[in-house]
């Protein structure tokens, strides 16, 4: 009989490194047996520690504390902080727009209200109270702004909007108001930032005349930032690197051999599985293999067949291996080396692997150029926690070979299948 207190986890591992079920099988239900065998066990040597259960890399935080807390994984998230976070202008202009959106803005009835002073009226024009309404809106500076940007026929509407409606709506891009609607959102953040920081300038700084109003000001930084943005683009086109967006397959360099990797999972039961396709410069496969995982998320299934892939190209000697995946943040953490990002058992793995004295990059495909791995991915069943490799192309998936475009790329000749596993001696 296992006790459980007395007993550490690296004690149930097989010699070979494969889980001692055996020893805990009975003991456990169904499903948090397939939750084990998505994880990596673990070396002899590794000792016990209590981990957090609330966050993926078993450290405490305040802010999954209070997700457990709230009864809601994904936190608490408003809408309008949605907008905020896709808001495309300047950082800056997006984290005053979120002090704006939660009345955060020291205005000077904000100011009375927090017993900071004593008078909340605007000190450009006289009215009684200097809200965020009034500043943005109605005071003689907005207004002026205002009738300059905003159709005449719809400035009314436009100033008498509900103000937190007025912010979202504007801050979503809407472009009914606008005289010159291309990408209003920025413009209109733009305004409402220039507006606030002339306010202080005056309150603050009253001795310096500012060389450009409002309006000038706003679209002088909308141009730079226009022109950043087209710089940032041209830059990012003209860079030769692994993140551009691949759509099609496209064959390794010579003496090299691309492997396609993906992992899938059952968004209903949890259950994943990985496979991988390894081709050459001609398209001859390489390799191809399957496997379940058992439970675990999407990114971790990637991970294991990424793991996987490396394990099996290793065994097989290949010296030069392009390994291509379709899953942006699986992509990420490898390239970056952040171990740490993720709590991932298969990851330190990954690292090792790629330590060796071998050639391997890692590339990122889109979906479409990543079709035949996708469908190897689900040859086996999640729950079989079965590895499968294939040495010839399997029937299963010949059509989706041709469609990836390897018939294309050696020139309408049949698809040629090399007997890897019998030339390089695999495992
Ligand atoms: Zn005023």
Redesign the pocket.
């Known amino acids: 009989m296992v006790s459980v207190s007395s007993t550490p986890v690296a004690t149930m591992v097989n010699p070979d490194g494969s889980w001692a079920w055996d020893k805990f099988q009975d003991f456990l239900p169904s499903s948090v047996l397939l939750a084990i065998a998505a994880v990596r066990p673990p070396s002899a040597h590794v000792t016990d520690h209590i981990g957090w259960g609330g966050d993926d890399r078993r450290i405490f935080t305040v802010k999954s504390a209070y997700s457990l807390c709230a009864g809601d994984d994904q936190g608490i998230v408003s809408p309008l902080w949605k907008a905020v976070s896709k808001y495309r202008g300047l950082p800056r202009i997006r984290l005053f727009f979120w002090l704006v959106f939660q009345g955060k803005i020291l205005t000077n009835s904000e100011r009375v209200r927090r017993h900071m002073s004593n008078d909340p009226g605007?000190?450009?024009?006289?009215?009684s109270v200097?809200d965020l309404s009034?500043?943005f809106r109605?005071?003689?500076?907005?207004r002026m702004l205002w009738s300059r940007v905003v159709k005449e026929e719809k400035l009314t509407g436009f100033l008498t909007l509900d103000f937190q409606t007025w912010l979202a709506s504007n801050f979503q891009n809407l472009q009914d108001f606008s005289i010159n609607p291309e990408d209003w959102d920025i413009a209109f953040g733009t305004y409402l930032w220039n507006i606030w920081r002339r306010r202080n300038e005056r309150l603050f700084s009253p001795d310096i005349i500012p060389s450009e109003d409002i309006y000038h000001r706003s679209l002088r930084m909308i141009a730079e930032l226009g022109r950043a943005s087209s710089m940032l683009r041209l830059h990012q086109h003209a860079a030769p690197n692994l993140t551009a967006d691949v759509k099609r397959w496209e064959a390794p360099a010579a003496g090299w051999i691309k492997i396609n990797t993906d992992g899938s999972r059952n968004t209903s039961t949890g259950l994943a599985s990985c496979g991988g396709v390894g081709r050459d410069l001609e398209s001859r496969w390489c390799f191809e293999f399957a496997k379940g995982i058992g439970s675990c998320s999407c990114l971790e299934a990637e991970f294991w067949g990424i793991y996987e892939d490396l394990a099996t190209a290793w065994s097989l000697r290949y010296p030069r291996v392009f390994i291509e995946t379709d899953n942006r943040e699986a992509y990420e953490t490898i390239v970056s080396s952040n171990s740490r990002k993720v709590g991932s058992s298969i990851l330190p793995s990954i690292f090792e692997l790629l330590s060796r004295s071998w050639e391997v990059q890692v590339g990122f495909v889109r979906r479409e150029g990543n079709v035949v791995a996708d469908a190897i991915s689900r040859l086996v069943l999640p729950t079989s926690l079965e590895y499968r490799r294939w040495l010839e192309v399997s029937l299963a998936i010949r059509d989706l070979v041709m469609a990836d475009g390897i018939h294309d790329a050696i020139s309408g000749t049949q698809l040629p299948i090399q007997r890897a596993y019998d030339d390089l001696g695999g495992r």
Not at 122 to 127: F, K, P, R, S, T
Not at 138 to 142: G, K, S, V
């Open positions: 605007c000190g450009l024009c006289g009215a200097e009034h500043l109605d005071c003689i500076e907005a």
